[in-house]
């Protein structure tokens, strides 16, 4: 996998005891929450030059970051696609990958064992357009989902 990422310099990692419920910037960290605080320090900010995928060293948490943020705490890996791969076909062949769980160690050695199919960018970019026109499926699912929970509490709590 290292062929297909650049080097990326972290930035001050935040303590979970020190984030905040709200602030100018977003904390990315490995908890399974997409933002698990803010920061208003600007100097701590990583700044995106193109989206990257951030992994969970001891969650196994994967998400795509298509902006500014701060790093929360320890186990964060920051990988930042080269030329070869494209951010978010990386973010959705990760999300399907098998990543052994080894509890609460460090998993970053079985993420590197995942084999990552190199097809053409061209290739790349349709294949990530299919995948999010299935998310908005996804997405508009759940919403129905959720409207259809309601009702039926609606229908319980009148009984």
């Known amino acids: 996998m290292d062929e297909l990422l650049d080097d990326v310099k972290y930035t001050n990692k935040i303590q979970k005891s020190e984030f905040k ?3 100018k910037f977003p904390i990315i960290d490995q908890s399974q929450n997409f933002i698990a605080g803010y920061w208003d320090r600007e100097k701590d900010v990583f700044s995106i030059k193109k989206p990257v995928v951030i992994f969970g060293d001891h969650t196994r948490a994967i998400k795509y970051v298509d902006f500014d943020f701060v790093l929360g705490a320890d186990g964060v890996k920051i990988l930042q696609p080269n030329g070869k791969i494209i951010s978010k076909f990386l973010y959705f062949i990760l999300l399907c990958a098998e990543i052994k769980n080894l509890g609460y160690s460090r998993h970053f050695k ?3 064992r995942v084999k990552i199919p190199l097809l053409s960018l061209e290739t790349q970019k349709q294949l990530v357009a299919e995948m999010e026109e299935q998310e908005k ?5 759940k919403k129905l989902i959720g409207i259809m929970e309601q009702k039926i509490a609606g229908v319980l709590s009148e009984i």
Do not use: F, R, W
């Open 110 to 112: 079985e993420l590197v």
């Open 21 to 23: 419920q709200s602030g």
């Open 137 to 141: 499926i996804i997405e508009a699912n």
